[in-house]
C-alpha cells in the first residue's frame, strides 16, 4: 500500500539544529537527508534563513579583514636571512 | 601547458621542472601560481619571499597567539617559523601547499613552545571542559518548551545588502571581530583562522590539525557563531539580544 502524503515527508528540523549544521551546510559537508531537511525548513523559516546569511556573511568578511603586517625590522631581518641563504656561494678561484 | 611539480636536489638550490608522468609519485600537483612562486622563492627573488611575508605573517602571529602567552612570544614563534621556511624551501616537495607547509611548521613550533611554556591544551583538556559538545548558539534564544520547543524565541535580525561592507569599514566594527578571533580558544581559533582567514581547504586543515572533517565543522562553527554574535552585539547592542 502506498505511503500517504504526510508518512512520505521528511521530519522537521528545528531551528536549534539548523543553528548547529548551518557551517557544514554551507560548505556542503552536511549529509543527504540533512540537507534536505534543511533546504526544505529554511524555505519557510525567516529566522533561520537570517541566521544562515549572517554565518555565511561572517565566513566571507574573515577573509577580507585587514592583515596585520610584519614590523620594517622583522621584514629587513627576514629579507636579510632569506637573501643570505639564497645567495649562491662564492665561486672558488 | 606541460603541468609539472617542483622538486630539488638536497645540495641545489635550483628548482628542477619534472614532467606530468612524476606527478603521481610527488602526491599533489600544484597549481601554476604556486609552482611560479616556488620557482620564484628558489631563484632567491626577494618579491616573492616578500609577497609570501605579507600574505601570511598576520595569520601566523594570530595562530600562534593562541598557544603561546603573549605577543612578544608569538613573533619569535614567527620568526622562528619563518627562518625555518628559508631553510626548508629547498627541500619543500609539494605534498601539500606551500601555504599548509608554512602553517605547519608555525603549529609545530607554536605548540613546541606552548609546551616549554606550560601552557599548551591538549585535546582532553578541551575534551573535558565540555566545549565540544556544548551548542554553539546560545539555547536561550529558542523556545525551551511547548509546541514550539527548538524553534527561535529571539531570531537573529536581519542585515541588510550593505551591512559586509559597512562593517569591514568600520574600525570598532573590524576591531569588535578581532577581539571576538582572539578571545576565542586555541582549538577554535586554529580552524577558523585557517579556513576562513587563510581559505585553507577542509582536508588540509584537518591533516594539518590531525582531526576529523566533523570535527573540523563543529569547531568552525563554533567559531563563525562567537564572531557573529560579537558582530550582533556591535550592531545592536548587548541589550536587545539575549
Not at chain 1, 2 to 14: G, K, M, R
Not at chain 2, 2 to 16: D, G, M, P, Y
Request: charged fraction near 25%.
Amino acid at each position: 500500500m502506498a505511503l500517504n502524503p504526510a508518512e512520505q515527508s521528511v521530519p522537521d528540523i528545528t531551528c536549534r539544529e539548523v543553528a548547529e549544521w548551518t557551517s557544514a551546510y554551507l560548505d556542503a559537508h552536511a549529509d543527504d537527508a540533512t540537507h534536505v531537511r534543511m533546504v526544505l525548513h529554511l524555505a519557510a523559516c525567516a529566522g533561520c534563513e537570517t541566521y544562515v546569511k549572517q554565518i555565511a556573511s561572517v565566513r566571507d568578511m574573515l577573509g577580507l579583514l585587514p592583515r596585520a603586517c610584519a614590523s620594517p625590522a622583522q621584514r629587513d631581518r627576514l629579507r636579510q636571512a632569506f637573501f643570505t641563504r639564497q645567495a649562491p656561494p662564492p665561486s672558488k678561484t | 601547458m606541460n603541468a609539472v611539480v617542483i622538486t630539488c636536489h638536497e645540495s641545489s638550490l635550483q628548482a628542477l621542472p619534472v614532467r606530468a608522468s612524476q606527478i603521481a609519485s610527488a602526491g599533489l600537483s600544484l597549481s601554476y601560481e604556486e609552482q611560479s612562486l616556488i620557482i620564484r622563492l628558489r631563484n632567491g627573488d626577494e618579491g616573492a619571499f616578500d609577497e609570501l611575508v605579507t600574505k601570511h605573517h598576520g595569520a601566523l602571529i594570530r595562530m600562534a597567539l593562541g598557544h603561546v602567552a603573549d605577543r612578544e612570544v608569538a613573533e619569535e614563534v614567527v620568526q622562528d617559523t619563518w627562518m625555518a621556511v628559508i631553510e626548508g624551501l629547498a627541500r619543500f616537495e609539494g605534498r601539500s601547499s606551500l601555504r599548509t607547509w608554512i602553517f605547519g611548521i608555525l603549529i609545530h613550533k607554536a605548540k613546541d613552545r606552548g609546551v616549554r611554556e606550560k601552557r599548551h591544551i591538549t585535546f582532553s583538556d578541551f575534551e573535558s571542559k565540555g566545549d565540544e559538545h556544548d551548542e554553539a548558539v546560545d539555547p536561550s534564544r529558542f523556545q525551551q518548551s511547548g509546541e514550539w520547543a527548538g524553534h527561535w524565541a529571539f531570531p537573529p535580525q536581519p542585515w541588510d545588502k550593505q551591512t559586509p561592507e559597512k562593517l569591514l569599514a568600520s574600525r570598532q566594527a573590524v576591531n569588535a571581530m578581532n577581539k571576538a578571533i582572539e578571545s576565542l580558544p586555541q582549538t577554535l581559533k586554529d580552524v577558523l583562522i585557517l579556513r576562513d582567514v587563510e581559505g585553507v581547504e577542509s582536508k588540509e586543515v584537518c591533516e594539518l590539525l590531525k582531526i576529523t572533517e566533523t570535527n573540523l565543522y563543529v569547531r568552525l562553527h563554533r567559531a563563525r557563531e562567537r564572531v557573529r554574535r560579537a558582530v550582533e552585539v556591535h550592531l545592536e547592542g548587548p541589550a536587545l539580544t539575549v
